[in-house]
């Protein structure tokens, strides 16, 4: 407690905010399956920017328990680093009401990475680790280990020099599908 002559003080004022404030942990969202894709991908700072190409790219309806399940290979933000200037200037500051022009910068990349269906890895693997996604290409998904893959568009060579696409975790449950965390978005062809 503080007794009233040190808040008088000099330092005394600092000393009684600093008293006054409660550190409020951040809020951890379950992988339950309780939670909707956007609310869970929204929640995790780490996945802001694919977020925010979700939005833009006018994927939202495509998503929630109305829509059907989805799958989505979701990127962390340092991810993106490679894109050019505009696309990551749209993500770190996503309009409220994007234009046609801005919507077609981001939706074949977002297009992509999402799939149709609740496609964890053991489904994935039922299906010849072959993935078709909403842009109707093929997307290869070779396991590295139980929740680790790498990914790999059909009839795209991969860039000399650039590391492969990879999952590093899979299998985040949400209401109305999942997510696999990648180490980078799978670009268009």
């Given at each position: 407690m503080i007794d009233r002559r040190h808040a008088l003080g000099a330092g005394g004022l600092a000393l009684l905010l600093a008293a006054c404030q409660t550190v409020v942990p951040p809020r951890i969202l379950p992988e339950d399956g309780t939670i909707d894709l956007l609310t869970l991908l929204r929640g995790k700072p780490e996945h802001r920017r694919f977020a925010a190409a979700l939005t833009i790219a006018g994927a939202e309806p495509r998503l929630g328990l109305r829509s059907g399940a989805v799958t989505l290979f979701a990127p962390v933000n340092e991810g993106f680093d490679g894109l050019p200037a505009p696309v990551?200037?749209?993500l770190d500051n996503p309009p409220a009401n994007p234009?046609?022009?801005?919507?077609?910068?981001?939706?074949?990349?977002?297009?992509?990475?999402?799939?149709?269906?609740?496609?964890?890895?053991?489904d994935i693997a039922a299906r010849r680790n072959v993935v078709v996604t909403w842009d109707r290409a093929r997307l290869l998904?070779?396991?590295t280990g139980a929740r680790t893959a790498t990914l790999a568009r059909e009839?795209?060579?991969?860039?000399a020099g650039r590391a492969p696409v990879a999952v590093t975790r899979a299998?985040?449950?949400?209401?109305?599908g999942v997510f696999h965390v990648t180490n980078a978005p799978v670009l268009p062809g």
């Open positions: 990551l200037a749209l234009t046609e022009a801005q919507r077609a910068l981001v939706q074949p990349m977002v297009f992509a990475n999402a799939a149709f269906g609740l496609l964890r890895f053991e998904v070779q396991p009839g795209v060579t991969p860039v299998n985040v449950l949400a209401a109305d």
